[in-house]
């Protein structure tokens, strides 16, 4: 059976990432995937990356998500918009990488992936109770996912905090996500070890490395972006020399491309991620194809999805940290060792074919569940947007 999904994405994190790669899965098994992008237009080498993927039709906007500050005027405009691209394309699938979007009066069955969310952010790294200015958020959440079809998260974790805030919630089920091997791959290892992640980002918690970096035998480097998405561009409204003093003794290499982080995955011994909250960690999959031990951060998610084959610290300490990272840089065997069960793991359990068959299972499920009455779609509608080829 073929399908056409239309799928909503942003160009902000890691679910560009994901949904790249998903529709990449997806287009091999026939599946003609429509994108709906929002957070801010791509990037040069983002529309080079969709462009690579055959048949997938990208359409850009610069729609607030729903986590950002004051969104709803642009969630409910980009509503609006999100059921013109229904009528107008007549998908079989409606797969939303974000909640607030779910109560829409969609035709087709809707699939809602949950790959993260601010209620169990803001429990993992505040660990205080959510501010009230939240709450319209927290209830447009739980909205979305009482209104899907079915739930997918991409860790036991995930799916848990998903429960624990907003349900308990049907039909959810777990769904690793995968990355290409081809894209990554071992190289001469060189005796530096690499994290990656927002540097605004508390979550990623990469305050923690730089003080761990004061004591650890081998330079620490760090790829990352140093401001905030919902900030303008102004210098009073970003962080950047703010946190320029705070990593000081980290070897900033800043925002790089999908191409170059995977040259520097391939040259680095060890990646370290001390991060707080991380339902996945796309860039820990990446960095075990590319052949680096891990040392991660002693959380759920990352002792679910790599138990056997990293080496776990507490993220709330510096010197846990810089001790394991110099165990792992100061024993090559050991290190070798745990970067090939590091490696084995990324290829057997995180590959994208298994992804996109999983996802494709789902949406075999839901097919037919919710029949769907369509009205003539208007000629003129696909003026209304831009389409990047």
């Known amino acids: 059976m073929s399908f056409r999904v239309l799928m909503t994405a942003d160009t902000v994190g890691g679910v560009w990432v994901y949904a790249l790669e998903l529709a990449r899965g997806l287009e091999k098994k026939g599946v003609e995937v429509i994108m709906a992008l929002m957070g801010g237009h791509m990037s040069p080498s983002q529309k080079l990356e969709a462009a690579e993927i055959p048949g997938l039709r990208v359409f850009e906007s610069d729609y607030k998500l729903e986590w950002m500050e004051a969104p709803w005027h642009d969630v409910e405009q980009a509503g609006d918009w999100l059921l013109e691209l229904e009528t107008f394309f007549q998908p079989d699938i409606i797969h939303l990488n974000g909640f607030a979007h779910g109560p829409l009066p969609w035709k087709a069955p809707v699939f809602m992936a949950g790959h993260s969310c601010v209620l169990s952010w803001w429990q993992a790294v505040k660990k205080t109770p959510l501010p009230g200015q939240w709450s319209i958020y927290e209830s447009r959440v739980k909205n979305g996912l009482m209104s899907a079809d079915m739930i997918a998260a991409p860790s036991q974790a995930m799916l848990d905090n998903l429960h624990r805030h907003y349900g308990p919630l049907p039909n959810g089920r777990v769904i690793l996500n995968g990355r290409d091997p081809d894209c990554f791959s071992p190289g001469a290892k060189e005796q530096f070890i690499i994290t990656a992640g927002r540097l605004w980002d508390e979550a990623k918690n990469i305050r923690v490395l730089a003080r761990a970096a004061r004591n650890t035998d081998w330079p620490v480097c760090v790829a990352g972006e140093t401001r905030h998405p919902d ?110 069960f590091a490696r084995k793991r990324a290829l057997e359990a995180y590959s994208p074919g298994r992804m996109a068959d999983e996802y494709l299972a789902c949406y075999t499920e839901l097919a037919g569940a919710r029949e769907k009455v369509f009205t003539k779609p208007c000629s003129t509608g696909a003026s209304r947007w831009t389409e990047t080829a």
């Open 231 to 340: 900030m303008g561009i102004s210098s009073e409204n970003t962080q950047a020399a703010h946190l320029s003093g705070d990593f000081t003794d980290l070897h900033q290499i800043g925002y790089v491309t999908q191409p170059l982080m995977a040259r520097w995955l391939s040259k680095a011994s060890i990646y370290a991620s001390p991060a707080l909250y991380e339902p996945f960690g796309l860039t820990v999959l990446e960095a075990a194809l590319s052949g680096c031990a891990l040392v991660l951060s002693e959380i759920p998610s990352l002792r679910e999805l790599w138990e056997g084959a990293a080496l776990f610290a507490n993220p709330e300490s510096p010197e846990e940290f810089a001790a394991g990272l110099n165990k792992m840089a100061g024993n090559a065997a050991y290190r070798q060792k745990m970067a090939a």
